[in-house]
């Protein structure tokens, strides 16, 4: 299961010889007023969802493993116990912050009478976790994961030897960044701009996340929307015109900077989402709001290369090495669906870390995918 920041993700999977098939998979999104009501009614919606997939007969009544990949910040010290530490991307659920999210999972699951299977272990990962499991799987030399999505972040393996916390020396552990958060005590206050600030102003967790709120889907469209309003204030747009649809906030989606950074040389997508929402433009306008979209997802895709060169850059010196080579596995709607940004960020890196060779491997529900590896790694050990 996997609890992004827009939907649910349920998938019943099979892990063979190291080989995952999904066998069946369901969506649902999550409404803001979930998002923003109790703990109770969020852990209700998730046990129903979980009631109302679909298993087939053979393992009705059955107990299944659950692997549940949680993408918030959360203090873990087990494999099935996580304390949020915080809610991001709009979530604001009241009563969950500093609980034990799988223990109000299993308490919902107990109230809800629609099961016809059992939860049995439950392993929980965040999102980054899951999708550095997923692609390690086939790629050993995988130690990173990140995700850029509504939300964006990245963990990697660390030398134990430098996690203080954690007693013993030997090997290494994953270490969940949570790098969304960077920016929070002021460090990235030089290139904030004006619309960076507004978005902050305007969120519901104010000064909390001031990274994530540059970079992710959550907050792309935003920018861009305020940046156009300043453009038409100034005369520079829209022949001086703001709409309403303009002036209201998230009308303009983070999904249509990817429809207009389409490869379309007759700017047929911009002129058809500028007629939806409403604005007459002029061919000119066009191109303005596609230089804006361009501006903003490539200042996006630099900020998350240079989070992701520090992090190589790192384990290279680390580790004493001259050179790196490794892997990245990737999740997220925005690095997969907007068309430039993932080859931009990929070159970026290579400019700020050019002693290190990165591959990037990104594949649908790797953080889904890569918490069902870890339940099913649990599984085999407690067999064992
Ligand atoms: C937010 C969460 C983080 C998650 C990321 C991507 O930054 O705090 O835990 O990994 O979004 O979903």
């Known amino acids: 299961m ?6 649910l993700r349920i998938l019943r999977v099979r892990v063979v010889d190291g080989n995952l098939e999904v066998l069946n998979a369901e969506s649902t999104p999550i409404t803001t007023e979930i998002k923003q009501g109790t ?60 609980k034990d999210v799988v223990t109000l999972l299993r308490e919902a699951i107990q109230r809800t009478r629609n099961m016809n299977y059992n939860i049995g272990p439950v392993v929980i990962v965040n999102d980054t976790v899951g999708a550095m499991m997923s692609c390690g799987y086939n790629n050993p030399s ?33 270490i969940n960044t949570e790098w969304g958060g960077f920016g929070d005590d002021g460090s990235l206050k030089d290139i904030q701009t004006e619309f960076d600030v507004k978005v902050d102003e305007t969120s519901i967790n104010p000064s909390v996340h001031i990274f994530e709120k540059m970079i992710s889907g959550m907050y792309l469209g935003e920018i861009v929307r305020l940046l156009l309003v300043r ?24 999904k249509f900077i990817s429809e207009i950074e389409e490869q379309d040389d007759g700017l047929v997508n911009t002129r058809r989402i500028l007629t939806e929402l409403g604005l007459e433009r002029e061919l000119v306008d066009c191109a303005v709001v596609r230089l804006v979209c ?5 200042r996006a895709a630099d900020l998350c290369a240079a989070a992701l060169a520090t992090i190589v ?45 990165i591959t990037f491997f990104d594949t649908d529900d790797a953080s889904g995918k890569g918490a ?13």
């Open 2 to 7: 996997d609890l992004g920041g827009t939907n």
């Open 294 to 298: 361009e501006t903003i997802s490539s």
């Open 39 to 98: 703990g109770e009614r969020l852990f209700d919606h998730i046990a129903a969802r979980l009631g109302d997939f679909p298993v087939p007969q053979d393992l009705q009544g059955e107990t299944l493993p659950l692997g549940f990949a949680f993408s918030f910040p959360c203090e873990q010290n087990q494999i099935d116990q996580s304390i949020l530490i915080r809610w991001t991307k709009g979530f604001n659920c009241s009563r969950v912050e500093g």
């Open 142 to 174: 995988c130690e990173i994961g990140m995700i850029i999505g509504t939300g964006t972040n990245a963990c990697y393996m660390e030398e134990m030897r430098n996690v203080r916390r954690v007693e013993g020396e030997e090997g290494r552990m994953c």
């Open 231 to 254: 453009l038409a204030e100034d005369n520079l747009l829209f022949r001086g015109r703001t709409w309403q649809a303009l002036r209201t906030p998230f009308t303009f989606e983070t």
């Open 313 to 357: 850059n790192r384990i290279r010196t680390n580790r004493g090495l001259s050179h790196l080579n490794t892997t990245v596995g990737v999740d997220g709607t925005v690095y997969r669906r907007h068309p430039k940004l993932s080859s931009r960020l990929q070159e970026k890196v290579v400019e700020l870390a050019p002693m290190c060779d």
């Open 372 to 384: 069902a590896m870890a339940a099913a790694v649990v599984q085999r050990l407690a067999r064992q």
